[in-house]
């Protein structure tokens, strides 16, 4: 058996193989290669757009892929989806589709767009949201620098964000959110259909998924004796119930829990003032429920 993977080239290619290696996938990408190589002998990855990968997938030239799905809708690809794995070139915020237009314009809702014109490189999208809305407007395809065309060579675009920062750079305001996307790990309804494959696939996407709630949380193991066990774990807001296990030495509680890196730096001085000892933070890799 061999799995055919594609691999979104562009934007989310470091992310995506940050996210294969904490699964425990090694994937190498030569530069003059768009056949990265993979540790694992029953896939063969490619690295394409993640604008046409859906399509592939859908007519069996890849079993799987990572693409946005955004980039589905858009292809109107027929596929089935493994998994959502929230990431993207900046953090794991969704990506939006977004309408937007010069500060100063006098556009300020979709009804203005009557008889304007739209840049975008989601051509598809674009029209059946004004469709939606009953609006005529000309939509050219954009390939690529789509903030700067407002006003010289665009009224309005449509166009695609993480945190809005590149938007507002380029004194664009948003007026209307077209798409909210996420990466989707999808694959053929053949590939599916193959018991081994489909095995394979799952297997994949488990990991990946573990690897997504493992995101943006720590570890925590720490010591305290009974008279502080309370009021330490009262500090602790955990995923699940904190382990506590009773050590060698009489009147002392280990403890370990998983907790958001966010409040570390909070938390390790409150635990602290209840005396608790040998506090150590570690990195997690994956989370599996």
């Known amino acids: ?24 996938y090694k994937i190498n990408i030569n530069s003059r290669s768009y056949y990265p190589t993979i540790d694992d002998p029953e896939i063969e990855c490619m690295l394409l757009r993640p604008q046409e990968l859906s399509k592939y997938v859908e007519e069996e030239i890849l079993d799987c892929g990572l693409t946005g799905f955004d980039w589905i809708q858009e292809n109107g690809s027929d596929v089935e989806e493994v998994a959502e794995l929230v990431y993207g070139k900046v953090g794991t915020n969704p990506l939006r589709w977004v309408l937007a237009v010069p ?19 989601a051509v598809g999208m674009t029209q059946r949201y004004l469709k939606k809305h009953g609006i005529n407007a000309q939509v050219d395809f954009s390939w690529g620098a789509t903030e700067v065309k407002p006003p010289r060579f665009a009224d309005a675009i449509v166009e695609i964000t993480e945190t809005g920062s590149s938007l507002r750079a380029n004194n664009l305001v948003i007026l209307d959110t077209l798409c909210i996307s ?27 998924q573990s690897v997504m709630k493992a995101h943006g949380k720590v570890g925590i193991k720490l010591n305290v004796q009974k008279e502080n066990l309370d009021a330490v774990l009262a ?3 955990a995923l699940q119930n904190p382990t506590v296990s009773p050590l060698a030495q009489d009147g002392w509680y280990a403890l370990d829990t998983i907790v958001d890196q ?13 005396n608790a000892t040998g506090i150590v933070e570690y990195p997690l890799n994956k989370i599996v429920d």
Do not use: Y
Request: charge should be positive; glycine fraction near 4%.
């Open 235 to 237: 500090k602790l807001p």
């Open 103 to 121: 500060a100063d314009s006098p556009i300020k809702s979709v009804k203005d767009l009557e008889g304007k014109r739209i840049a975008t490189e």
């Open 1 to 24: 058996m061999k799995l055919m993977l594609g691999l979104p080239k562009g934007s989310l290619e470091q992310s995506t193989t940050d996210l294969f290696a904490k699964a425990g």
């Open 182 to 208: 996420t990466t989707r790990f999808i694959a053929n309804h053949k590939t599916m259909n193959d018991p081994e494959k489909r095995a394979k696939l799952e297997k994949i996407a488990l990991l990946l």
């Open 262 to 274: 966010n409040i570390v730096r909070d938390l390790i001085p409150e635990l602290k003032k209840h």
